[in-house]
């Protein structure tokens, strides 16, 4: 059982930065993948970036390639989500999910546990 709990969401200006983290209990965390996704107001969840165990392997939608970055360090049981040049577009609740994988998955159903969430808001 992984039991996870984001934060760092926010309101920010267009063009701004965030960096969100989500903190794993458990010893096994290095043995999980990561991933974040998000949900805006009447859209459905849709993937944003995923990592795998190592941290050596990472994938990112077209949308945010380029503007965010997903990183982990297992001695500290988190991931973040550092995210630039934010645009009104970003504004979503921004969740992380976890599974036991080597992989990195970028599919929601793959993944067995799931935050609460964390609200993100990029005002125009």
């Known amino acids: 059982q992984v039991q996870l709990v984001e934060s760092g969401g926010g309101l920010v200006q267009a063009g701004g930065s965030l960096r969100l983290s989500c903190a794993a209990s458990?010893?096994?965390?290095?043995?999980?993948?990561m991933g974040w996704f998000r949900q805006a107001p009447g859209k459905e969840r849709e993937f944003v970036a995923a990592?795998?165990?190592?941290?050596?392997?990472?994938y990112y939608a077209d949308s945010v390639k380029g503007r965010f970055t997903i990183s982990r360090d297992n001695a500290k049981n988190t991931v973040y989500l550092q995210m630039n040049s934010l645009k009104p577009e970003d504004t979503a609740v921004y969740s992380c999910?976890?599974?036991?994988?080597?992989?990195?998955?970028?599919?929601?159903?793959?993944?067995?546990?799931w935050g609460q969430g964390t609200q993100v808001t990029v005002s125009s």
């Open positions: 999910a976890a599974d036991k994988s080597t992989v990195a998955l970028r599919l929601a159903p793959q993944y067995a546990y």
């Open positions: 990592i795998n165990w190592g941290g050596g392997s990472t």
């Open positions: 458990g010893r096994t965390f290095s043995t999980y993948a």
